[in-house]
C-alpha cells in the first residue's frame, strides 16, 4: 500500500522560504506532483516531476520561485519555495502517478497525501 506523508508547511513572512517534504513508503511511483488548495477555491497545480530522469513542469505562478526535486535514496520529492507571497497561503498536497506523466490535473493522480498547512503573512 503506497503512503505519502507530507512534512514542513508553517509560517513565514513574504519573501521567505519554506522547504515541504513528501516521504513516499510502499513503492517507487513513476511521476509527482504537489498541489494546493485556500480556502473556498479549488485545488491547483503547482508542479511535478518524473522520477526516473527527473523532467520537471511549473505552474505560471509559481515558475522562478519554487523548485520541485527528489532524492532517490530517501524516496522523497522536495518542493523548495522562495520569494512567498501572501497568495502561496494554502494546503499544499503531495500526489503521485503509477504511471509517467508531467499532468496538472489532479484527477490524474492516484496516490494523495493528507497536506500540509503554508501561511505567509504579509
Known amino acids: 500500500q503506497v503512503q505519502l506523508g507530507e512534512s514542513g508547511g508553517g509560517l513565514v513572512q513574504a519573501g521567505g522560504s519554506l522547504r515541504l517534504s513528501c516521504a513516499a513508503s510502499?513503492?517507487?511511483?513513476?511521476?509527482y506532483g504537489w498541489f494546493r488548495q485556500a480556502p473556498g477555491k479549488e485545488r491547483e497545480f503547482v508542479a511535478a516531476i518524473r522520477w526516473s530522469g527527473g523532467s520537471t513542469y511549473y505552474a505560471d505562478s509559481v515558475q522562478g520561485r519554487f523548485t520541485i526535486s527528489r532524492d532517490n535514496a530517501k524516496n522523497t520529492v522536495y518542493l523548495q519555495m522562495n520569494l512567498l507571497k501572501p497568495e502561496d497561503t494554502a494546503v499544499y498536497y503531495c500526489?503521485?502517478?503509477?504511471?509517467?506523466?508531467?499532468?496538472?490535473?489532479?484527477?490524474?493522480?492516484?496516490?494523495w497525501g493528507q497536506g500540509t498547512q503554508v501561511t505567509v503573512s504579509s
Open positions: 510502499g513503492r517507487t511511483l513513476s511521476s
Open positions: 500526489a503521485a502517478r503509477l504511471t509517467y506523466g508531467l499532468l496538472r490535473n489532479s484527477r490524474e493522480y492516484d496516490y
